[in-house]
């Protein structure tokens, strides 16, 4: 009985295991809600190491189909890539008219839906599996495992999402001023998108440019707002599945509420295949419709 009392004592309540789940592995305690110290950042060990893994992994895949392909009949997985390959082209195609462009952006996308899903595919895995490896490894390291924490879906930490949504920007500026040139790029800063000519167009300039910052913050920030907001919603709602089998079976109501974790977890699983899918051609999609405007003279 005292063993009993000692392991309900210590059990966590729902509020205790979300909250367990939704902190990072960081190099250090953080200070705020946002710390931005640049002599010693704080670093998302977790989100760093599993995106790193998952984009060596793509970009090795990627590499090992290439090298395999044959002119005959191709098998599923190059046919798959090929398929993968065409769509991205194609819709390259149909937005970036230069084509030197296209030679870079169109990989660029590709490369971004392939990592962007196999980051989004991390929320498919057990909920609990990889912490619990964690757990015993920080703990036979001679750590506390109550303090082990393990995120292992990239693309619900905000720092990832924003960083490739700033990555998408400095690609939006290259071509910025690659195609019009620093003072063609300078002037449409101030002309668009309220064009005027004579004194008019001075009175304007700091409203153009203000526009234009405003927008160019906008895309950047809804970009990485709108892949970490859904990833995000969907890891926490896989939580909330696992706490209706946290109840036990105690009572009808708690095998009933077991029963349902089955059912309403493995529906949510099936049901977020298409998110996970959805949410990184949306990404790689504004990519493309994004460095596309950056060849538009407005």
Same mark, same amino acid.
């Given at each position: ?44 060990? @977790? ?41 991205? @082209? ?60 393990m ?16 990555t ?64 995000f ?30 059912i309403?977890g ?14 990184a ?18």
């Amino acid at each position: 009985m005292a063993a009993e009392e000692h392991v309900a004592e210590h059990a966590p309540t729902a509020g205790e295991y979300i909250s367990h789940h939704l902190t990072h592995l960081t190099s250090r305690a953080q200070t705020g809600i946002a710390d931005f110290s640049l002599s010693d950042p704080v670093l998302k060990l @977790d989100s760093l190491f599993w995106s790193i893994l998952l984009g060596v992994l793509g970009s090795f895949f990627l590499w090992r189909v290439a090298r395999s392909v044959t002119s005959g009949v191709p098998g599923r997985v190059q046919a798959a890539v090929e398929f993968l390959v065409e769509m991205v @082209d194609t819709q390259a195609k149909g937005i970036i008219h230069n084509e030197q462009s296209r030679k870079v952006v169109a990989p660029l996308a590709l490369t971004s839906f392939v990592w962007i899903f196999l980051m989004n595919a991390m929320d498919l895995l057990p909920l609990d599996l990889v912490p619990r490896i964690w757990e015993m490894i920080y703990g036979a390291a001679g750590h506390d495992p109550h303090h082990a924490y393990m995120r292992v879906v990239p693309t619900a930490d905000l720092s990832v999402t924003l960083g490739m949504s700033v990555t998408v920007l400095l690609a939006c500026l290259y071509y910025s001023i690659k195609i019009k040139g620093l003072t063609g790029w300078v002037g449409e800063l101030f002309s668009a998108p309220f064009h005027a000519h004579g004194p008019m167009a001075l009175v304007l300039a700091p409203i153009n440019f203000t526009l234009q910052i405003i927008e160019f913050l906008a895309k950047t920030i809804s970009h990485g707002m709108r892949l970490f907001g859904n990833m995000f919603a969907g890891e926490l709602v896989f939580m909330l599945i696992a706490l209706m089998g946290a109840v036990g079976f105690g009572s009808f109501g708690g095998i009933a509420l077991w029963v349902g974790q089955i059912i309403a977890g493995t529906a949510w699983a099936i049901f977020h295949i298409l998110i996970i899918t959805l949410q990184a051609f949306i990404f790689m999609m504004l990519t493309l419709v994004y460095v596309g405007q950056a060849h538009d003279k407005h």
